[in-house]
Every structure is written in C-alpha cells, then in structure tokens.
C-alpha cells in the first residue's frame, strides 16, 4: 500500500540510527524494551511522578511528566555550546509512578518503593525523577537511602523556599520534604545546601530551624555576587567531602516569575533562565551527584507558548549534558 | 477623623436596614455573630467545602467557597422577576470545613461531621454546601442520615454524568458519591433521580449498575422535550411519596461548556445557563428538599469575567428564590 | 511601476461600484468627504462616542468605536436571511466626539453638542451613535431633544438594568441615564420600554423608582413566554401613540455572559445573541425609531476571536437591515 | 519486576475487550494493524487531513486531526441517549495524509490520491475525514469521484459560508472548495444542500452563482422554524432522489462564535452546539450518506477547556451514533 | 460549639504574636483601631488612592490597592537576604481615598486632602500611597507640601517615561504630574531625578521642557554602566543638599514589559525586577526620604499568576525593609 | 462646522512638522505620495512581507506587517539615550509584497521581485523588510544579489537556529534560507556570521553542514563572555574585509521565550531584549549594512499587552538609531 499517508506518530518500528536525533526518538520508553532487555545497562533511569494532591495550593503539577515528554519533540539531542551528543548517554523512560486518587500516604509509599526498587534493579544508573510537588523528594530521597543503606545522602537544593514547614501542622506536603528527611535523620542538616533563596518568602521560625539543624543556604544575591557558577561549584566541594552521594532538587519557583509563569509559587527577583541551566550543568559534571528530581511545574497554568514547561525540559537537558561529559570524559 | 477616606471594605459594623442591600450585606458572616446570637433560629446555614484532592483530574474546585463569597457583592437581594427580596430569609455563613493538606480521608471525615453537627444544631434550617468537588457529597449525605437516623433520604441530582463509580477503584472521589452512597445503605437507588446525563460520557458498566439498582434518569434530550421544569417537578413528585428528605446536588458540569468555561469536566451540549436556574428554582419550591450542594465549579480555570464562578453564584440565589416562596408563602 | 505589492490598507481612491461590499467599503468616512459632499443627503449618521471614564467600573468601552470599525471588514453588506444588501442605505461615519482625559463633565458637554448639531445638520437622517458607555445615553438624548425641542422623546431599552441610579450618589454615570433623563423632564417614564431584566441585578429602590413613574419593563422571561419579536413590536406600538420620535438604547450587558464576555456587567441567564438581533431588526423596521445607541462593550476584556465584538457589529447591521427594509419598502 | 509503575501510555498490546471503552480504545489505529489485517473490513476509515497553508486567514486548522485523537481519552463509546455503543462499529484510523511544507497543489493532490486509494481499497466502508480547512473537501470528494467514476454525488453542507469564490482569485482556498466542485463536473449544483447560512457574511455575486447553479440553501433562521432535523430530512430526501451517494461536509464555523471560540470565521447568532449534534446525527442515519469531514477548526485557538475541540470530536460522535444505527438496524 | 470549621478569614480578633507573620497579619487595618489607638505613633501609613479615571488610556489601576492587600498573605514580613523582619516596623493601613465617579477633580481634591490631613495626623510617621495612576502623585504631593508649608520637597521618579505634558492638552493626567508640580511651584525642576528612562517613549518638546527647568534624568543605559544602586545612591546625595524632603514615586513602567505585562506602559527593554527592587531599597535607606507612591499597575491585565501585582507588592516591602534598616540601625 | 468631533484617525492631510512626532506621522506611506514624488530619495524603503504559509508549523506571522505598523502610535521618533530624531532619516512604507492564498512559490518569486525592483528604483536607499516567516530571507538577498549582480553579499543573522536545512525534504520553509543562499551562489559560507546559538535547537547534520561551508557562528554564552556589543562588531569588521554588501537578518527566535512569548520558536535560556536591541543599534551603524528583515514574530499568539509586537517593533527603531547615526555623523 503506498498512498501518500504518513506513518502514525507513535509507531514502535526500529528507528534508523540517524544522524539527527530528537529526544523523544533518543529515550527508549519502557514498553518498546523487550524483557531480555530490561537487565541491560542505562545511564539513566527516568521516572515520572505525577503526584499533586499533596500540594497545599491546587496544583496541576501531576500533569507535569506527560508534559514533558510531549515537549521532547521541540529539542535535539545535541548541545551546541558544549558540542556534545546526549545521544552517547542511554536512558531508559520507565513510566509513572502508580498513583492513587485519595489516599495520599499510599502514592507517597509508592513513590518510595519505585525509587528502592530502581535503586536495586539499576544500581550504576543516575536516576531522574520528574513531579509532581516537591513532598515527593522526601520519598524518592528516603527510597535511595533504602536501598543504599550504609551509605550516607547530601542534598543540593535549587529553590526559593527552604520547604522546612513541619508535617504536624498539614501533613507531608510541598512545605516539609528537606525538614521530613532530616527529621528521619535520611540526611543531616548540615550535608544540605540550598541556592536561591530571596525576598520575603520563608518564615522566620524555618530560617531559624535551618540555623539551628546546621544546613547552608546562600541567597541568590550573594551567589550573584560570587558567581551561579562559583556558588554551585563550593556547594559541590563542601558536600563532596561528607557524603558518600548527592542528591539534586530542583524546585522550579527558584526561577523569576516572569521566566516561570507556570510555577504559581514562583517569585518576582527570582533567577533567570540562563542563570538555572548554568547552576545544573555544574551539577551534573559532579561524580558524586547520583540522582535528581524536578519540581513544582504546574502546565496547566502555563502560557499557550508552554514557557515554562520548556524551561523545565531545558533544565533536563542542561544537566544530562554536565552528566555526559562527567561519564564519557 | 473626617478624612476623605472610605469606610474599610469588611468592617464589623451594624448594617443600616437598607432598601437595597447586596448578597454579602444580607449573608450573615458566622464571625460577626455574638455567641449569644448563635442559638438564634435561621432560615438557611451556608457551609464552605474547600476539597479538591480527591477529584480525579487535578483540580482548584477548593477555590470555589471563597470565589463565591468575593461574588456577592456583584448581585442584589431582590428577585426581579419572582418580585421577592431574598433579604426576608435569614442565612447563617457559618464558613469552610476545616480540611488537612494531605490526608484525604480526614477531610471527608470532617465534612461528614461538620454537616451532622450543624444538622443537630439547626434542625429546622436548610443546610447549603458550596464545594469542591463532588466528593463531599457522599459525606454530606452521610452526615445528614446521621443526624437524622430513622428517615429515608432521595436524591435530585442535575449532572451530566452518573458519579456511580466503584471507590474500590480509586478511592472516594468526584466519581464515586451516589454509589458510595447506595452501597452504605444511606440512599436507595430508586430515590436517586438524576436530570442531564446526555452524550458519551458515562460508561456502560455505570448505566447497568444504575438499572440494577433502579436508579431513575431523564436524559438533556427527554428532559427537553417534557420541559426542563415538569421533568423536575414530575422526579419530585416521585421521590415525595418514597423519602422523608430530598438532597438537591448540582454538579456544575451539567451545563454546557460554552456557559461554563470553568468547569472542567462540562461538555459540548449541555444545559444552558437558564436551564438550570429554572431547574434549581423548582427544586427550591418543594417543601421536603432540605439541603444542596453545588460542586465542582474550578475558579482557577474560569475567564476573565467569571462567567462560571457568577453562574455559580446566581444558581445558588435561583434555589433561595425557591425557598423562600415556599417558605413565605 | 509595476512591481507585485499590494495597494496600502486605507487608500483614498475612488472604490468601484463592485458587486460586492465589505462593510467598511460601504460606510462613508466622514475625511474622505469633500466639503461640498457635507451637505449631501444621508440615510444613517454614524457617531462614535469614546468615553468610560464615566462607568461605575473601570472600563475600556471607550475603545469599542475604533474596533467597531476594525471589525467591518469581516462582514459584507448583504443580509442573506432578509435578501437585502445595506448598500442601499448611505452612511456617513462622522467620526468620534472630542473628549478630554480629566473633565468628565466636558465630556458630556461634547456628546450633547455633537447630537445636537447633528441633529440639525441632518434633520433627516437616522443617527447610530456607538459607545462609550451607558452614560453616554443621557447626553444624546438630551441632545436630540434640544434639536427638535417641540418634540415628545420615548425610549426602547434593551437591558439587564434600569439604570434609574440617583446621579447625586456618583454624578451622571452609566448607572443613571435613564433616571437623568426623566428628571430632566426629557423623556417621561411611561414612555420608556426596558426589555431584558432578569435575576438579581436590580436594587429594589430602583424598581420602586421605576414603578412610580410608570416606567414599563417586561423581563426576560415573560419576553420569552410572549416571543422576543413580539414583546418589541407591542412595546414599540405602546410607544408609537404617544411619542413622536423614538430612540433605541442596546446596552450590550442585555446578553448573557457566555455570549458576552467583553462585557464584564452581563450576567448569567440573560439574552442569547440571536434573540438580541431579532430584536433590534424590529426596532429598525418601525417608523419612529429615529436613533439609537450601543453601549458598554469593553473590547479590551474580549476573546482573542472577538466573539463579543463580532456581536456589537451585528447588531448594527441587524438594525441597519431592518431600517433598510422600512425605508425602501 | 512488580514496581509500582503505571503501564506506559501508549503500549501496544491486547486490551481486553471490556465493558467499558474510551474512544481511543476502541478506534484501532493503523500501525497496530498486521499486513494481514490490512484487508478486514472496516465500517469505517478515519483519514487525518492535516492541511491548512490554503487557508485565506492564518490558520492552525492542520492541527486538529492530532488535538482530535488526544481528545478520545474524554468520551466513552456508549451513547447514552441513543442507548447504543459505538464498539459495535468497527473503525480504522488510517492515519494523516502526507503534507509538503510550501508545495500546496501537491498536498491537494495528495488528499485526492488518499481518498481515492482509500475508497477503493474499502469500497464498502464509510470514510470520515478530519480536516484542515476546507480547501480539503474539493480534493475529498474529486478522489471519491474518481473511484467512483459512475456514480452521482451529492453534498449536503453545513455552513455559515456558501464557500463558491472563484479559483482564479486566489487559487483552491477554504473559500472556494464547493464552486471548485461544480465547475469540474464532479457535482452539479441542484445537488448541493447548504444549511446554516444567516447573517452578512455572504457577498451577492456568490449568493447570485447559488442560483444560477440551482444549489440549494436553508437559512438558519428558516431552518429552525422548520425544526433542524426536519430541514436535514428534507434536504436528504430530495437528493436521495437524484443521487447515488451522499457526502457530508461540516464547516465548524456554522457554529454561533461564543460556542466555537477556535474557529476564527464562527459568527454571532450561528448554530448552538445541540443543533448540531442533531443535525449530523439525522445525517448519519441516512443509507446514501457515504462520506463526510470536518473541517476548519483551529485548536491552537480554542479556550484552555477545549471548548472547541470536544465539541469537534463529538460532532464526529454522534454522526457515528446515527451510522451504527442505520447499519445495524 | 467545635464542629471541624475554620476561622473565618477576615475575623477581627486579637492575633497572637507569633514567630512567623504573613504581611496581612502584620499590617494593622483602621477598621480594627479603636477610637484611642488612633493617636498611637506607627512608622508607616498606608493610604490607597484608587483612581484611574484620570488616566489617558483606559486604565484598571484603580483596582490595585486591593489588589495590593489581597497579595499580602504570599509574602512572609521577614526578608530572608536583609535578615531583618518587618514587624518591627508598626503600620497602619489607613484605607482607601473616597472617590467620585464622574467628578475627576473631586477625586483630586480627596486625595490633596487626605494626604494633608495625614501628615498633619501623623507627622512623624512615613506615608506610603498605593495607586491609582501617576495624576495622583501631583496631589500627593501638594498635600505633603500644604502640610509642611516650610519645606522644600524633592522628587526621585523611577519612571520610562517624564510625565511632564501639558495639563491644558487633556486636564492633570497621568502624563503630566511632574509638570503640574512644577508650574504650581511645589517642587523645583533641578531637586527632581528621573532614573530609567530609555527608547522611544518620550517626545522631544518634553525632553526639552526637562532641560529648560533643570530635571535631572539618568538614563537606563546609563544606570546600568554605573550601577542601579549607585546611580540611586548619587541621585539622593544631590538631593540632601538642596531639600528637606524626598518624595519617592515609582512608576511600575519602568519595569520591561516581560517583567510587567499587567502594566500597559511598560516596554520592552525596561528594567529588569531586581534592578528595580535594589534601586527601592536603597531609597527606603535614605533619611530624607520621607513619602513614595507606586502607580500605573492595572491588575485587570496581570497573568493568571498575577505576576505584575506580585513585583508591585514586592516593590513595597523592598522599600520598607531599607526604612526599616535606615529607622532601626 | 465646528461640532466637538475629533478629526478622523487616518486623514490625508498635512501634518503640520511638528515638535514632537509619532512614529506613524514620521513615516510616510505609499499612498499619500504624489506619483511625481515616488522618485523622491528616501533613505529608508520599508517593505510588509505577509508570508507565513511556508512556515513549518502553523503561523500567524503573516499578520505582523500589519500588527507593525499599528504599534508605531505608541512610540515617538526621539530616541532618549541616543540624543537623535529618527525624523532625520526620510521612510517611505511601500506597502505589503503581493500573496497569492496557494501558490507558494509564486508568493516567494514576488518577494524577490519586490527587492530587486525596489533596488533598482531605489539604489542609494536602505530596504527594510518585515516578515512574514524566515523563508522570506532567501528571496529577498536573492532579489538584492539581482540588482546588484556584481557585488557580494555577507549575512549577519541574529537566531537561535541555523536555518541550514536542505529545500528537497520540505521545500523552502522558514528552516531552509540561508542554505538556499549558500546553494545558489548568492552568498558564500565563510561570508554568513550567526550570533545567538545556544541549547538543543540545532541538528548536528547541520552544524556539520555549517563548520563543511565555513559558516561563523558565536553561541549565545560565548557572545556573553565577549559582550553582545564587541561580538557584532568582530562579526561586521570580519565581514566588511571580503564583502561589498551586509544583510542582517533578525529571527526574533533569538529572544527567550519569557521576552517573546509572541514568537512560538523562541526557546528557554535566550537573548533579552535589551541584548538585541544592543546588537541591531551596532549593526545600523556600519556602513556596509544595507538591508535588513525581521522575522518569524506571531502577533496572532502575543499577550494582551503585544508583549512581542512591541518588542518587534523597538528592534526596528534601534536599528534606525544606528543607521541615523551612520548616515549623519
């Protein structure tokens, strides 16, 4: 049959090994993978998250990894600045987190399980997580540590929030993942260093746990002043003398919110765009940096040019370019 | 002081008797009432129930109690064409349902709660929920049948879809009320009468489990050919022999998406907007309907001129309308 | 020169008579006008109005006469359903009054004296004067009084308001043309019809008001009941024994606000858009119909497909179309 | 591996025939089908016709066959007033008709190739084609005459346009496709029914071809004094008389602009979506209706509940509902 | 009475004074003042000026003052970077300035009035006015001056634009504050600095008129080559020479139109948000800085975010946190 | 007749030469010129190319002619920083290329023929042309190496993306022009400077065909380190050395996407505004820059406050700044 129609977009067909790359034909979705293959090596598991109930604010950020994955078509694989290919590292999309309608404490075990189980299953692999709110870094962090139990976890946080708030008051919620981990001593405060914070945006009683438990934070003033670049970099060296793996949040509201319309906590004075991909590329060039996870992108409030979510894939990007020229130099 | 200055815009100061007053001039907010004045009789109680969660789709039908109390000041006491003043019933805005951030079934504990209590402490007031999602209305029921333990309960319900879905599925969500309701024992199916089911929008297995249990429906198309009042009146008839007590519930997706850009889950060839006045205003006339809810109306997602949330709004004065000539009559 | 670039946008060159119109090829520009042609015979006088420093809200309806006119070019002159082509109608667009930023009450000064002129100017032409908002109804009429002193005014009002406010509250706002015009003794209350009241969007002082000065009102649902077309056609029989000029008033918030939404004081469960222009094409049909005015569309607050602009348009032509067919019958 | 991870989206393995079936369930999509299945019958082939470069005005209509699949996830396949379930049709979506970027008389030939190719490959099934504007319809049913050289066709059009422009204007637009028609023969002009038509967005000249081609028109108005379904009987039964197959068009614009806010050329005072639904339906009963599209709806202009696109999609519904009801009768 | 309800939100009871304060509980209203609290000392008085009627385009910024409040409860009172909290400064939220609907001049005379009236109420304490458009800082600051008859006041305007038109064009509007100060010698054109302005946003005569009375102007170009902060800090050292009094007016245009799409007159290569808030805070340091005004903000264009009404409000507590160090070092 | 109305917006009349002018008053269009002035000398010829059919995805960028010159109202002729007049450089709007609805390619002949008909005619003056899509680019060079067959021609392009896509996949699309170009003989590799790359949006294939012909290219971080400023003038003296003749060619892709949510291939991480408007005021002031464009700018998907458009349209503007102070210096 050869009338002039085009093959259906979501074809499993083999697709050549082409010299251009889009990054949804780059990542191998989990349902193409035959069953021999799931014990093959990836440089990275990737796994949604689509949890956002647990926000206190309503939030759509649930629908944030199918996003994402739709926005895949409007990149390459290939990073012009740094003239590599993220082609050469291999990633492997394992789907969602199975997610339940009511009862939150069930999507959060969940959460915790899928990041335990891929730990296990994938143990060399970095593993990205894509949300949902940010309750749900407690569980992908308290999952890594599961299955890494002698080992000990460090957190490098880009945010304009602490997320310090006590799950007394509302349960775990977007406000307590940092102050969840510490609490079930996952992480020390001292081994977590938060960049971006600003304005008028934490409470006095978190800023003074924050003091009080030891964790670093620099205001995005004085990492202007000493450079996103430079700020990242000391983050890295100070946690990469006391853990034996860090962990990337990256909590979208750290940006400006005129650069993150989508992301309803977002703050004017915040970071620019270019500032961000800066701030995780470094962190992808890390050796110690084992896992991240993206935070807080609500699509559905975002403009009818999707800038945020775009911005949210960009980040990604930016850091599985720092992790490939980590891997391959 | 004799500056120029306005008066502030919620001060607690006593009303002057006006001839023309505003809805939130009328409503009597529960903060400014003295205790004393607590145990005063009152024609209606206004009870807010900020839960979305439990919605399937992500939702800020949490938004709603408050987007309709901030309305009020758009619209009059005074029924123009009924020729009545609404000012002649007394309402009670007894404010929101305390909810938690992350523990679903808490919040629907409480609503059950907070709907018996109130049903215990005001027996001869109409009782008036304004949510969130539809949810809320297995627990309102369920509140309601327990305060009042030995009388049967009927359901009007004007929805474009039948909410029978199994909570072994997902949980209690916006899907799940009537048969939530019809497996507790609260309400038979056959004084269950739903008024606006029409296109594609209700699976099978949901329509046979209506039938199995008798259920009653009138779809848009029949409804429409009978008169949108008499196919009212006609389900009231019926249920006044059978029940004690008819709950009136009006998921806002019952009307059409051109009228209710808001609301989600509203469809192509749904009720228009005068539709559903004059069936909720019938409703307001029948002596053994004793309380409501409107739900599932999302405010994030209405225009710029709130045409949804005043949709909202004026549904809930048509009812009052209703009320207060069966009431004064 | 023969290059291939389109002629400009707003040429002045001498249009062809061709088969077929766009509107704004048909309407007359007052500056393309030849001082000699002033004194040439119209049918219609149009007249912008550009002022809403006077509403109640704050409101862009003063843009609404130069997007009137942007909008021509996507309607043709020929009404298919009545087989007329409004090119038999001749039309001068006389351009829009003077205002001033800060002198409201100048403003008005200029909306008088322009009718008043014109008036005079064109005793025998109909004059279409396009808002602005409401309060702009007070100036004309007065100013059309003025120029045919001897005359009795009566008015025909589509709308979801009396707009009978006590301009000692605000000054002469579009809350209060009506009422401006009957204590100025210009118009007397039994001579104005109101058409589309409905719901809760009249304070009952108002409707006292117009009660005792016998100002008639038929509301939307007994319009209804009794059919659009005829509900005009009795009002305008009413009028017709009385008065010796009427003037038609279509302040736009008579439609319901899903049909409307470029005008924030429409409301839900008023007129649909093919109700309104049945009714201004009878309006247009009756002989004492000698001016009328469209007011409070603020195209600021419209869609990006200008639903509620298209709409102000045509109810225009529908007008036009019905004056077309009772002066050529 | 029993992580608790959903299923990936858009797996391609055996669904269980179960009782309850989204849209996107039941239509089977090309590249699922084996070479041997190629042969089946279908009741049914869905062809995408992703053109809208031939759009007078700047269109993103080559959208809407993609925005339309997303959409199936929304309904079910059970209709409720109809009492039937559209799995009882079987139907196979073929997939898009291959575009070129800046060659637009290839992409018309291409959709007259696919038509043609289609409707002799399945002589005997129904083709529905999803547009694109209506540049396509010309192409659409030349393809179908050319696979069905003996046969008459007719066309019954629902439209606010008569879309007869002249070729020789502006080349083969969505203005012209059915004079393109009429002067290759394909169809004559008595057998053309237009229904929809109202307003002033007609020009004279080609009113006047109508007529001196014969073809037939009801105006909106007229229509709905006759009653939407009796004007759609009427039409059908006169051409059943004269023809041999009947091709349905449906322009999305015939819609009334505030229920179709993405399609740009809707007007005020157009068809309410009820109508519509009812007049595609009658159309799907009837034996000699063969064909048919939807064209010009444009969702990158749609509101952010997709007001337009689910009622686009559920226009295709329930002409399906009318289809199965004539075929399994 | 315990039943699971919350609080109402705007009760009048006594706030505990906790650790952590949202800038809505800080803010003390008048309405919860009593009678004898009114003569206490605050530090800052809070005035709303909600007129835009005034305004050469049509203009919402009447509707920012409550804006304004409403944002309060997203911004925490401690200012993370300064580590300073602001409830250590005490202020009173005096409300709204009473407006006329019609009567500009009235409205002008108000707010002359009240800022009289307060200054003399309050000598000590600093006012801050929240508009409204720029047409209310002439009157602001005749008040000021009428009220400190003996002082000399000069002006620093963060603005794109100079505000000096002509009042005999269009009356005092928000083109011409600058000017009317002037002429009604209030303030001497050399103790006026201008910072930010930039493009093509001002007409030579003005630029001309600016340089005949000795206004001084800082371009943006030029701030940014010596620094925001030290351009600020230049122009206050010039000042402190000459006046006793700085009056601080902040035209939210300033900002770029990316950053500020809920300002109309912003534009594109504006000042970026964190320039703008560093170039505030350095005035709030400054002694003689003793009024400020921010204007020109329409929170009826602002995103669905709100994020121009978020960089306003930031704006303030910006400025507040620099009076607070300058009050409290 | 002296009735208070204004003068009406598009006369053709004198202007009075004015102190302070609006852009729309400075430039004079085609049609108010006497054809004996159409040999009159003018330094800039500005040309409207509405073609966006051969745009890849679907475009609006065909409305931005038209959208330009609508905002010229809100921008003076006097540029602040600068000190200059731009009413010292005579501009004459030629009007808008002729397009053709389907015809493609005739659409691209007309473009080049519009330029090289214009050169001709026009040979000392500078051509700016206003796209349309970045397809234009390639015709318009062509239509410039045509009427000067003896020269050679260098690029400066402003992009986020090559545009070096090959014509056989697609045709010539807005991905394809300057290799078209570089095909054609027109202009060599080594003579095109792209400054602006940066992220994922380039396919190695084509950064590989760039680096095969010798193409300059300096990534967006790159041109940061250097400054924006000395990256456009190492570009033009490197090409002034081995070319007759520099096009520059701005794809306002170039703008993150926060700066240009108007432009749908904007990309996160992008120029800003101020960064452009920088580079273009440079390259108007280098002798050999005779002709430039602007485009792929969609006002059709623009915020409500033209964001874009006036960002657009301020590129321009600073363009001519340059070039005024090129030519007068």
Redesign the interface.
């Known amino acids: 049959?050869s009338?002039?129609?085009?093959?259906?977009?979501?074809?499993?067909?083999k697709k050549e090994w082409e010299?251009?790359?889009k990054?949804h034909d780059w990542i191998t979705?989990?349902?193409h993978v035959q069953e021999s293959d799931?014990k093959a090596f990836f440089d990275v598991i990737l796994?949604g998250v689509p949890l956002?109930?647990?926000?206190?604010s309503?939030?759509?950020?649930?629908?944030f990894p199918?996003a994402f994955r739709r926005s895949w078509e409007g990149?390459?694989?290939?990073?012009?600045?740094e003239e590599v290919?993220?082609r050469n590292l291999s990633v492997l999309?394992?789907?969602?987190?199975?997610m339940?309608?009511?009862?939150?404490?069930l999507c959060h075990q969940?959460i915790k399980?899928?990041m335990q189980?891929?730990s296990a299953?994938y143990p060399d692999s970095f593993i990205a997580s894509i949300g949902g709110d940010h309750?749900i870094t407690a569980m992908l962090v308290k999952g890594l540590k599961a299955a890494n139990s002698k080992e000990t976890i460090g957190i490098l946080q880009l945010d304009t929030h602490l997320d310090l708030r006590d799950t007394k008051t509302?349960?775990?919620?977007n406000g307590t993942p940092i102050r969840q981990l510490i609490e079930a001593g996952a992480v020390k405060g001292e081994n977590v260093h938060n960049i971006g914070?600003?304005?008028?945006?934490?409470?006095?009683?978190?800023?003074?746990y924050a003091r009080d438990c030891g964790l670093n934070y620099t205001?995005?003033?004085?990492a202007r002043m000493k450079g996103i670049k430079e700020t990242v970099q000391d983050a890295l060296k100070d946690l990469e003398n006391r853990v034996d793996r860090i962990y990337l949040t990256v909590d979208m509201d750290v940006l400006?919110?005129?650069?993150a319309?989508?992301?309803?906590a977002?703050?004017?004075?915040g970071m620019r765009?270019?500032e961000l991909?800066e701030a995780v590329f470094e962190a992808g060039l890390h050796p110690k940096v084992k896992a991240m996870d993206i935070v807080c992108l609500d699509p559905?409030?975002d403009?009818?040019?999707q800038?945020t979510v775009?911005?949210g894939t960009?980040v990604f990007?930016?850091f599985m370019t720092g992790l490939l020229k980590r891997i391959k130099r």
């Open positions: 049959m009338l002039p129609i085009d093959a259906p977009p979501f074809s499993w067909r010299k251009d790359l990054v979705s989990y349902h799931e796994l956002s109930r647990s926000s206190i309503a939030s759509g950020a649930s629908e199918n990149f390459t694989t290939y990073n012009l600045e290919d993220l999309d394992i789907g969602n987190v199975k339940h309608v009511t009862d939150v404490a969940h399980e899928a189980g891929l299953l309750s509302d349960g775990p919620t914070l600003h304005g008028f945006f934490n409470a006095p009683s978190l800023v003074e205001t995005l003033k004085k400006d919110i005129a650069c319309p989508g992301v309803p977002s703050t004017p004075g765009t270019e991909l559905l409030k403009t009818a040019v800038t775009k911005a960009h990007l930016s």
